[in-house]
Nanobody, 121 residues
Framework: QVQLVESGGGLVQAGGSLRLSCVAS????????MGWYRQAPGKQRELVAS???????NYADSVKGRFTISRDNAKNTVYLQMNSLKPEDTAAYYC???????????????WGQGTQVTVSS
């Protein structure tokens, strides 16, 4: 069994900052790519940022220069530092991780339960 637990969401004024964390726990052999997605009411879930096990990163154009994704492989944890937040960043943010549970296993995507980020104008 594998669990992804996010934390760090909340209410912040425009221009403010938040740091999201996501910890993967359970029966884990290795963690490949990890990422953050978000979904606003009435919209599709979209990729915000992703990071490979070798720390190559990818960002949505809308957050480039404002958000930074990082990870601690020893702790199976991924972070999302969000600066210069805008009202349009308001959404539920979800963590995802591609996890191999056994040495002979295949990579499977797991999701967290989500954490709400609300940016007031």
């Amino acid at each position: 069994q594998v669990q992804l637990v996010e934390s760090g969401g909340g209410l912040v004024q425009a221009g403010g900052s938040l740091r999201l964390s996501c910890v993967a726990s359970g029966s884990i052999f290795s963690v490949n790519a990890m990422g953050w997605y978000r979904q606003a009411p009435g919209k599709q879930r979209e990729l915000v940022a992703s990071i490979t096990s070798s720390r190559s990163t990818n960002y949505a154009d809308s957050v480039k220069g404002r958000f930074t994704i990082s990870r601690d492989n020893a702790k199976n944890t991924v972070y999302l530092q969000m600066n210069s937040l805008k009202p349009e960043d308001t959404a539920a943010y979800y963590c995802s991780a591609d996890i191999v549970r056994w040495a002979w296993g295949t990579s499977v995507s797991y999701w967290g339960q989500g954490t709400q980020v609300t940016v007031s104008s």
